[in-house]
């Protein structure tokens, strides 16, 4: 199992401390921030490191961090998405990387856990990049799988360290009260039950079988570093 954090999207300092940590940088490409400076400059920290490079596109909304969905034609969304995807592309051609995969951001990213129409876009621009796409592991994969295959499309499935569940699977909304782990004992715990038993408790207490092949840590979170030392310590040892 892999670690990886979203990167490039301004938390600059912690994103130095955890990037020797980690085994997948998310790199943030233009649509919720992130410029050629910030791509260029966290491609030559995940260099350093030897650490792998995926895109983390997300719905063209700056304004809001890409944090609300939006209503935007899935023409209009996938062209976005290849804009974004191109630009990290180039940098990575300018540093001498590699863009191995992608993993959509925020709003976005949990959008396409209900299957609506960007799902269609989401794929189509990952079979323009021929490129796995990274999306939450959750109860109703085997329809994402369905579709992904149409189009081709590896899909590689990921949970969270440091968020919390609800009874059907979904992450809680960043509004919510506790919907982020305050303490390394909960994101440990959490961590063990995915890797270990592929499992997590959602906050009523439902065990969801959860089959994940990648961890996800924030970098803005306030036990990021700490929870980050502690998971790579973890699966160092366990994998």
Not at 41 to 50: E, S, V
Not at 143 to 153: E, G, I, L, P
Not at 159 to 167: G, Q, V
Not at 199 to 221: F, K, P, R
Request: aromatic fraction near 6%.
């Amino acid at each position: 199992m892999k670690l990886n954090c979203d990167m490039g999207e301004g938390f600059t300092e912690a994103e130095a401390s955890l990037m020797p940590l980690i085994d997948m940088a998310n790199i943030a490409c233009g649509g919720h921030t992130g410029d050629r400076d910030s791509m260029m400059h966290t491609l030559a920290l995940a260099k350093k490191y030897q650490i792998q490079v995926g895109a983390h596109p997300s719905y063209p909304d700056r304004e809001h961090f890409g944090r609300r969905s939006i209503d935007i034609s899935p023409e209009a969304l996938e062209a976005s998405l290849i804009q974004q995807l191109e630009h990290l592309a180039l940098c990575c051609h300018d540093s001498g990387a590699s863009m191995t995969y992608i993993k959509p951001h925020g709003a976005l990213y949990n959008d396409l856990v209900q299957q609506d129409k960007h799902w269609h876009s989401v794929l189509s621009a990952a079979k323009r990049f021929q490129l796995p796409l990274v999306i939450q592991a959750h109860p109703k994969n085997q329809q994402h799988k369905d579709t992904a295959q149409n189009y081709q499309v590896e899909l590689i499935f990921e949970a969270f360290a440091d968020r919390a569940y609800n009874k059907l699977g979904n992450l809680l909304g960043r509004s919510e009260t506790n919907s982020v782990h305050s303490n390394v004992k909960q994101v440990m715990s959490q961590v063990s039950s995915l890797h270990l038993n592929s499992e997590i408790i959602s906050i009523e207490g439902t065990v969801l079988a959860i089959n994940a092949q990648t961890l996800c840590i924030h970098s803005d979170s306030k036990i990021a570093l700490e929870a980050a030392q502690a998971i790579r310590t973890f699966l160092t040892h366990e994998n």
